[in-house]
């Protein structure tokens, strides 16, 4: 049985046994606390560089949906993206058996094909505990058998994460619908779009650093995404202000990180939490 390390930027040091991928790996180590849900958080481009850790102490039991599988819009149904984002996954216990009409394969075996790590064995009580306490931390996975020096830390966050989470090229979802919206995606979650949808919008997703022009919409919806507002998404900043700055009015709505950029367009200024509010955390 494979074993491995989770390090933190401190020293500490939580050791366990390698599910998924055999590969070290670094990122900022972040919890959740939701007791469900590990597909969607997993493939939900916010946690793009971070290794994940679940604070509900059983997970897999459940397994993993068909990823390629879309609803009537084609969008992703049971996914939040086409790929798993997160650097890599820390659970206290793992099962590989697993039962739900729509699973298709189990956690593991899903995590191996996107090369992604995971750890079971760890105390995630405690290690959850310490980044509460001590805010969120830079971490790597270190595989037995590998010199821990050899593996350095690495802040992704130090790099535009929204530029490899957003769509290369625009795209229109429900075509026939009333309102015509448009969505700049910094790391937008499958759902959002298909509830967008499901109010019978149009909706094109234009790339992060896209000028989408005002006169051709009725309302701007700005998604959620990975990293630090004030330094990677000036383009999206200049396409916020054109649009709350103009003589014609028209809505702009902004969750997570979208609803921090409009506050950077308005003039304000944003600062990082001592640890983020993932899952079912309480503000």
């Known amino acids: 049985m494979q074993r491995g390390t989770l390090i933190l930027e401190d020293g500490s040091e939580f050791a366990g046994f390698v599910f998924g991928a055999t590969t070290n790996t670094t990122g ?15 493939t939900d481009p916010s946690y793009c ?11 897999g039991n459940y397994g993993v949906p068909d990823e390629k599988a879309v609803d009537e819009f084609g969008i992703l149904r049971w996914v939040e993206s086409n790929k798993i984002y997160a650097s890599a996954l820390i659970v206290s216990s793992y099962t590989e058996q697993y039962s739900h009409w729509n699973a298709v394969e189990s956690l593991a075996s899903w995590l191996k094909k996107h090369n992604v790590p995971g750890l079971y064995g760890i105390d995630t009580r405690m290690l959850t505990k310490k980044l509460r306490e001590h805010g969120t931390m830079l971490g790597k996975i270190v595989m037995e058998g590998t010199d821990p020096k050899s593996i ?5 966050n130090k790099s535009n994460l929204v530029a490899q989470v957003s769509l290369p090229k625009p795209r229109i979802y429900n075509p026939t619908g009333k309102l015509s919206i448009a969505c700049i995606d910094c790391g937008l979650k499958m759902n959002q779009l298909r509830i967008l949808c499901q109010l019978d919008a149009k909706v094109t997703v234009f790339p992060w650093n896209y000028p989408v022009k005002q006169e051709e919409y009725d309302g701007l919806f700005l998604s959620n995404g990975p990293g630090d507002p004030q330094t990677q998404c000036p383009d999206t900043i200049t396409t916020i202000k054109s649009w709350i700055n103009s003589e014609i009015v028209k809505p702009v709505f902004g969750i997570c990180l979208g609803h921090q950029l409009m506050a950077l367009a308005a003039g304000m200024k944003t600062a990082k939490l001592k640890y983020g509010n993932r899952g079912h955390n309480q503000v």
């Open 28 to 42: 900022e180590v972040v919890f959740q606390t939701g007791m469900v849900g590990y597909p969607e958080s997993l």
């Open 49 to 59: 560089g971070e290794i994940l850790v679940l604070t509900f102490p059983l997970i």
């Open 152 to 156: 350095a830390f690495q802040d992704q």
